[in-house]
């Protein structure tokens, strides 16, 4: 099975999700998105596979979601990829991607309905 987690190591939730995945015997494609942030394309493709709008990606705390008014409804969906392009600390994470699908895992025991051999733990 290919995982792929969009990680970032300084969040608990991303940590967390992480341990849960090399827990289930999986060793992951681990994608530091904040030092190589994922194309448009990708962006958006996980947006799509996860059935959300692209506006479900952003993530608010710890960002500059309000200093760019993200909250404002007229930004539209390739703008706020633009923002996210130019701002990666905007992407919600962990993203985990497996071909049993692709969730945004908050909280991180999301994760165990991605894997092969789940096992919850992660502390």
Same mark, same amino acid.
């Given at each position: 099975m290919t995982v792929t987690i969009y990680h970032n190591p300084s969040c608990g939730t991303s940590r967390n999700t992480l341990a849960m995945i090399r827990e289930s015997g999986e060793e992951p494609v681990i994608v530091e998105y904040l030092k190589h942030p994922p194309e448009r394309a990708r962006l958006r493709a996980l947006a799509d596979a996860m059935d959300l709008p692209v506006r479900a990606l952003l993530r608010? &705390?710890? /960002?500059?979601?309000?200093? %760019? =008014?993200?909250?404002?409804? &007229?930004? /539209?969906?390739?703008?706020? %990829? =633009?923002?996210?392009?130019?701002?990666?600390?905007?992407?919600?994470?962990?993203?985990?991607?497996?071909?049993?699908?692709?969730?945004?895992c908050r909280p991180a025991e999301t994760v165990l309905e991605l894997l092969d051999s789940p096992v919850a733990s992660g502390k």
């Open positions: 608010e &705390k710890g /960002t500059p979601y309000a200093e %760019l =008014d993200l909250g404002n409804p &007229k930004w /539209t969906d390739d703008q706020l %990829l =633009d923002f996210m392009l130019a701002h990666p600390i905007l992407i919600q994470r962990p993203i985990v991607e497996t071909p049993k699908g692709v969730r945004i």
